[in-house]
Each structure stands twice: as C-alpha cells, then as structure tokens.
C-alpha cells in the first residue's frame, strides 16, 4: 500500500489509466499527467509500470484474502459466509469500479497476469475458497459428492459473471440491484450444492 499522499495520488490515477487504456497500451507518462505530478516522481515511488500495476493488484489480492480469511475463521452459518464473499466483489464494483475492472479486464482474463507468480495469487485465492467449501461439506450444508475445487470453481464462476456483466458493459448497480444479484449467485449456488 501506498506509504504517502503523492504515492496515493499515483495509483489513484494509474487505476484509472490502467482501467481506460489497458495494461499494454498505458504509458508512465499517462499516469504522471492524469496524477498531475512529473514524470520523474511516478518512476522514484514505483520504479516501473509493472510494479505499479503490481501494486494496485496486490492491492486487490490482500483486501480479497482479508476476505476469506475472515470467513473462514468466521462463526457465522455457511451460506452468511457465501454472502460476505460475493458481497465483497459488488462493494469493491460500486466503491472501486476502476480496481474490480483491472481486476476483470488485465488480471482475470489476461495473459498479461498469467505468468507463475500472479498464477500463485490465484492458487491462493482457490485454496482459501476450497476451505471455506469444506467447511460447508463438513457442517452438512454442501454435498460431499462435488469436491471442493469444483465448489470453488462453480461459485466463482457465478460471481466473476455477474461483475464481468456489470464491468464490461459498466452498468450501474444501486441497493437493490445489488442485493438482488447477491440473492440470485447464492440461490442458484446452494440449491445446486446443498447437501
């Protein structure tokens, strides 16, 4: 995370650069001038376009598996814990719609990511999913007949459609359309998994 104001203004401004143009096609120079600061400074805080697009990701990956963790020491019945983590993929959208599109457009769908190491960031985010399943197969909630992996991988499914949806065709989400999508994702999930 960012350690001052003027490294809070970059990636501010780089969320959006990256968000409108893309990974490949973002310059350090756009992201200078959309912060309103030299060129010079982006490169002294970030060194590269590459750590700060790696900054802005890792910002996603930690509040996701903040998430996650939280749930799966979570006290709370199975299906409030499957709420927590969609909730967290809608809020993200209306609160920070230019990180859940990086996250969407370069991170999910992108070559761009896909080398080892943002590879692992995803074999965490499946594992600590996995273990929240299994927790829900354990509490008798979940079928034990499906494994967890594909658990993981049906729910998640459903949620990166959704915001993928709302993403790519930058749909608006009120109250209510939120709350009517978070029901639709964890209806069609459990009645297809419930035990």
Known sequence: MANNEKQETIIKAALEVFRN??????RMADVARKAGVSYGLVYHYFGSKEVLFDTIVNMWWKALYGVLEEQKSSTDDFPKKLVKVV???FDTYQDNPDLISIFVTEVSRSSIYRTSRGLEKFKRFFALCEEIMKQGQDSGFLRKDIKPHYLTYIF?????AFISILVLGKEPLNK????????AIIQVFLQGARG
């Open 21 to 26: 143009y893309g990974y490949s096609k973002t």
């Open 87 to 89: 909730e967290f993929f």
């Open 156 to 160: 998640f499914g459903e949620i990166e």
């Open 176 to 183: 209510s359309r939120k709350n009517r999508a978070i029901n």
